[in-house]
């Protein structure tokens, strides 16, 4: 079955310091990844998504995610984390409907 | 455009109550699809639709769940009676292709 795997339910960095959340993909053939971010008592926002274009893909908030077809993976980075950076990320793909990982709630210490 | 509308954003009902959210999608979108987020089961998909017709309900936990889409513009899920174990916070999202927009979600509590 077509899923993603996101390693590690929390993480936890320094203000300035560099995120990194992980996903992998476990499908062949993946047209479309996504990242949404959701702060708390809010809805899923979308964060950035990869078409095929190109394999670095930038979104909103200075973060950006590199498709890695070898490695199977769409982790996703920003280089400096700021304290409004904190709230849970989802990786998903569309595998027929979307299919979201379990999250990774991200702190931000200060 | 307003993105996508639920309402209430906040429900308490008792154990036994029917339950009715409401979507309303963002004009042009195609499909509606209808979430649940607990801590328990994070993310799961309910149902969702297609130039209103359901497409996949085989997330709809059992039959106290129902959802309808009379037209592009409205969809309703229902809850009915209502448990404890209902208490979620409840997504509709909608989309024209791959991308999903969500709504703030309806954060329900059965007593």
């Known amino acids: 079955a077509q899923s993603v795997t996101q390693l590690g339910s929390h993480v936890s960095v320094s203000e300035g310091a560099l995120v990194l959340l992980r996903c992998n993909y476990s499908?062949?053939?993946?047209?479309?990844l996504f990242w949404y971010v959701q702060y708390p008592n809010q809805g899923l926002q979308l964060l950035l998504k990869?078409?095929?274009?190109?394999?670095l893909v930038k979104g909103i908030n200075g973060f950006e995610a590199e498709f890695k077809k070898s490695e199977t993976s769409f982790h996703l980075t920003k280089p400096s984390a700021h304290m409004s950076d904190a709230a849970e990320y989802f990786c998903?793909?569309?595998?027929?409907?979307?299919?979201f990982g379990a999250g990774t709630i991200l702190r931000v210490k200060s | 455009d307003a993105g996508v509308i639920q309402s209430p954003r906040h429900e308490v009902t008792e154990m036994g109550q029917e339950v009715t959210l409401r979507c309303k999608p963002i004009?042009?979108?195609?499909?509606l699809f209808w979430y649940r987020q607990t801590m328990m089961r994070g993310l799961e998909l309910l149902i969702y639709?297609?130039?209103?017709?359901?497409?996949?309900d085989s997330g709809m936990p059992e039959d106290r769940f129902s959802a309808k889409m009379p037209n592009a513009s409205f969809s309703t899920l229902k809850i009915q009676p209502s448990e404890p174990r209902d208490s979620a916070v409840y997504f509709c999202?909608?989309?024209?292709?791959?991308?999903?927009?969500f709504g703030p979600g309806t954060r329900l509590l059965v007593l």
């Open positions: 999202a909608s989309s024209t292709r791959e991308t999903q927009y």
């Open positions: 499908s062949s053939v993946p047209p479309y």
């Open positions: 990869y078409t095929s274009a190109a394999t």
């Open positions: 998903a793909h569309p595998g027929g409907k979307l299919v």
């Open positions: 004009s042009g979108h195609d499909y």
């Open positions: 639709f297609n130039n209103n017709v359901p497409i996949d």
